[in-house]
């Protein structure tokens, strides 16, 4: 079953802006991470986040994990255009060795 | 160190036609994993390889399927014969260790197109 559920599904905002994503899943986890794609191109890996973290910052990424409401955020600070992508959260369940992705939110940064 | 390499890019084929995509791992890592995308939905999780071992093939949908991994370096996913609901993009990703600890590297994908 789908194990992770994007919010918004799209995000359109002006250069400079902050944009906010947020994922929910259902069940216990290992880990979340978060997964962005460019038109065209395969999937990066931006950062990761262990089940016993609460926060965590990449550059100008910063993600939050709460997993008591089993969700969490990505923040990115003073977007840019080149941050035009999709956003995938996905988590690894407690136990398992695989990842498990959501439907992604289409962020577009306007210049 | 060069990244995973997925061919073809893009596929157009006819229902019910064969096509094989291919995916060379980063080199030294054990671990190869297939996802595919569907349009407009999540990405799935197919199967993972241990080296030329299948690990799981929990996500694989049906026996239209065909992954194999010989000598543990790169893998193809062959779909025989393809329906229209095989469309989408396949990813491919490897990782030396435990990938799901540290995160994955994945390919560009194959977009594949049954008309």
């Known amino acids: 079953s789908q194990q992770g559920e994007e919010d918004p599904q799209a995000l359109s905002i002006q250069e400079g802006e902050n944009a906010t994503m947020n994922c929910s899943y259902k069940?216990?986890?290992?880990?979340l991470q978060w997964y962005r794609q460019n038109s065209g191109r395969g999937l990066v890996h931006l950062i990761l986040i262990r089940s016993n973290e609460r926060e965590k910052h990449s550059g100008r990424l910063r993600v939050t994990l709460d997993t008591s409401k089993k969700s969490s955020s990505l923040l990115i600070t003073a977007s840019r255009a080149a941050d035009t992508a999709s956003y995938f959260c996905?988590?690894?369940?407690?136990?398992?060795?695989?990842?498990?992705f959501g439907t992604g939110t289409r962020l577009t940064v306007i210049p | 160190e060069a990244g995973v390499t997925q061919f073809p890019s893009h596929s157009v084929i006819e229902k019910g036609q064969t096509v094989t995509l291919r995916c060379d791992p980063i080199?030294?890592?054990?671990?190869l994993y297939w996802y595919r995308r569907v349009m407009g939905k999540e990405i799935k999780f197919l199967l993972h390889?241990?080296?030329?071992?299948?690990?799981?093939e929990s996500g694989m949908p049906n026996n239209r399927f065909l992954a194999e991994r010989t000598g543990g370096t790169y893998s193809t996913l062959k779909v025989q014969p393809a329906e229209l609901e095989d469309s989408g993009v396949y990813f491919c990703?490897?990782?030396?260790?435990?990938?799901?600890?540290?995160?994955?590297?994945f390919g560009s994908g194959t977009r594949l197109t049954v008309v």
């Open positions: 080199s030294g890592h054990d671990n």
């Open positions: 996905a988590t690894v369940e407690t136990g398992a060795n695989n990842l498990f």
């Open positions: 390889f241990v080296k030329e071992s299948k690990q799981d």
């Open positions: 990703a490897s990782s030396q260790n435990r990938g799901v600890d540290y995160g994955y590297t």
């Open positions: 069940t216990s986890i290992n880990n």
